[in-house]
Nanobody, 129 residues
Framework: QVQLVESGGGLVQPGGSLRLSCAAS????????TYWFRQAPGKEREGASC?????????LYTDAVKGRFTISRDDDKNTVYLQMTSLNVEDTATYYC?????????????????????WGQGTQVAVSS
């Protein structure tokens, strides 16, 4: 049974940093694109970042996080990370990792939650002073 487990969320002050982790079991993240989505209270789930398959994939960020967030992977640990810096109150959300057999590479149009095959349970990030 495929499982994605996020961790690393918490409460942080504006301007602070957090690193989220997405660990997978029964699914090789290195062979497919992995996404980070987020959902703020009362809002729709939106894409944040994507990392393509390990051997030749690309990386994308949505405009809201570009320049502040960095996605990376550790294939030995079958884990994808999201390093978040310069956090602001608008980043407050539940963050989810997701993946799909449909994608090797990332594209803007693929930040569509309905396309994902597997989701983690989410980890909450709260940015507040």
């Amino acid at each position: 049974q495929v499982q994605l487990v996020e961790s690393g969320g918490g409460l942080v002050q504006p301007g602070g940093s957090l690193r989220l982790s997405c660990a997978a079991s029964e699914f090789d993240l290195k062979n497919y694109a992995t996404y980070w989505f987020r959902q703020a209270p009362g809002k729709e789930r939106e894409g944040a970042s994507c990392i393509g398959r390990a051997r030749d994939g690309n990386i994308l960020y949505t405009d809201a996080v570009k320049g502040r967030f960095t996605i990376s992977r550790d294939d030995d640990k079958n884990t994808v990370y999201l390093q978040m810096t310069s956090l602001n109150v608008e980043d407050t959300a539940t963050y989810y990792c997701a993946t799909t057999y449909k994608d090797y590479y990332c594209s803007d149009w693929k930040f569509d939650a309905s396309r994902m095959d597997y989701w983690g349970q989410g980890t909450q990030v709260a940015v507040s002073s």
